[in-house]
């Protein structure tokens, strides 16, 4: 599967001031990973160079974008989502993109055996659930956490599986 070259990252969700800033709602692991970002893009092929990047309350970001000098102009891009380059994020060592994971099996660490596809990634508190879709089309949450996902390498996500979540859902490899 190929990987795409540009990442979504972050929405602008408002102005902030009235000399263009906009504020963002980050989509990276950390709102801290955009100050490490020079440039960000529209989907339209549109090139914009970061400054000012500042963290406020609640995990949003607020940061200038060149040629983006009033509110007037930050107006505009409410609601737009913002790109950055594959290579520009910072990736730590062993973690990988969630886009790249989706549509990845999910295998049995030591057997190989097949459970199913990863459909999703939630985040919804401190850790990471696995949405695995079975291959008879049941969905099962597996926390992302050592004791229950193995290894990642670029054919498949191998797990250690919980007690009877996938008992009658697998198929062999």
Not at 48 to 61: A, C, L, P, R, T
Not at 155 to 161: D, F, G, V, W
Request: with cysteine; hydrophobic share 40%; glycine share 8%.
């Amino acid at each position: 599967m190929e990987k795409k070259a540009y990442l979504e990252i972050a929405k602008i969700i408002n102005t902030h001031g009235v000399r263009g800033a906009v504020k963002l709602d980050p989509w990276c692991d950390t709102p801290e990973t955009l100050k490490k970002i020079k440039k960000l893009y529209l989907e339209n092929g549109t090139v914009f160079d970061v400054s000012n990047v500042k963290m406020i309350n609640g995990g949003f970001v607020v940061l200038s974008l060149s040629g983006v000098e009033t509110v007037e102009d930050a107006v505009k891009l409410k609601n737009k989502i913002l790109l950055a380059k594959r290579e520009d994020i910072p990736l730590a060592e062993g973690a990988h993109f969630i886009c790249d994971l989706i549509g990845m099996p999910v295998k049995d660490a030591e057997t190989g055996k097949v459970y199913g596809t990863l459909l999703e990634v939630t985040q919804p508190a401190l850790q990471e659930l696995y949405v695995v879709k079975t291959e008879n089309g049941n969905t099962v949450m597996v926390p992302n956490v050592p004791a229950f996902i193995h290894h990642i390498d670029e054919e498949a996500i191998y797990m250690t599986p919980i007690g009877g979540f996938f008992d009658d859902d697998s198929v062999e490899a």
